[in-house]
């Protein structure tokens, strides 16, 4: 079955600094991953769609200078957490569409983001 | 009111029981429908998706559909201590703009004791 890689599981980070989650589609091609925030014991919420080759499009209240994605090859969709601050401590995870919708969504294993 | 309700439990139950997990929806433009299960610190993994009215059926897991009542559920036969996870549903519209969007419930934690 299709399958997301994403990396790293989980990460420290001081506050202040960039943080970068890689999400990569392993045996299918994605035109499209989507990047979802899970705050603890709450349900994912979207927070952008990653587009390969244009602009990400970010869900309302999502700062898109904060939280930068680029999707430059159709495996690899990257988030960079800039400038981390605890508030943004949560679980980060991205999912792709290995059938165009024809078949669910799969999604990775998710990256846990720890600011101090 | 959210969108998409579903009751966060805590279920629990023996092992061999049939759970039922449900979930409502307002939003009528829903077309697809999915059960995600998530193990603590995993990320969803996929159990059923469907488009339509009626049940799907895969292994112990049966998947219903009522559209007219807005009303999803998911069964599991003869559960399984490892069936222990929270049950996410997700539910998204036909396409276009909206395409890959799911909205999800709250998730139910669900434990089976042996």
């Known amino acids: 079955g299709a399958v997301v890689s994403q990396h790293p599981s989980w990460v420290i980070c001081k506050s202040g600094t960039s943080v970068k989650i890689e999400c990569r589609s392993l045996?299918?091609?994605?035109?499209?991953m989507f990047w979802y925030r899970q705050f603890p014991k709450q349900s994912l919420m979207l927070m952008a769609t990653?587009?390969?080759?244009?602009?990400?499009?970010?869900e309302q209240g999502v700062e898109k200078d904060k939280f930068l994605i680029n999707h430059a090859s159709l495996t690899l969709s990257t988030l960079t957490v800039t400038s981390a601050h605890p508030e943004d401590s949560s679980f980060y995870i991205c999912s792709a569409d290995p059938l165009g919708g024809a078949d669910g969504y799969t999604f990775g294993s998710g990256t846990r983001l720890t600011v101090v | 009111q959210k969108e998409v309700e579903q009751d966060p439990g805590p279920l629990s139950v023996p092992e061999g029981a049939i759970v039922s997990l449900n979930c409502t929806y307002s939003?009528?433009?829903?077309?697809?429908f999915m059960w995600y299960r998530q193990y603590s610190r995993k990320g969803p993994e996929l159990l059923m998706y469907t488009y339509s009215s009626g049940n799907k059926e895969d292994g112990r897991f049966t998947a219903q559909v009522d559209k007219s009542s807005k009303y999803i559920s998911l069964f599991i036969r003869d559960s399984q201590p490892s069936d222990s996870a929270t049950y996410l549903c997700?539910?998204?519209?036909?396409?276009?703009?909206?395409?890959?969007?799911?909205?999800f419930g709250q998730g139910t934690i669900l434990t089976v004791h042996p």
């Open positions: 939003n009528s433009a829903f077309q697809y």
């Open positions: 990653s587009n390969e080759g244009s602009k990400a499009t970010y």
């Open positions: 045996d299918f091609q994605a035109t499209t």
């Open positions: 997700a539910m998204n519209n036909a396409g276009g703009t909206s395409y890959g969007k799911l909205t």
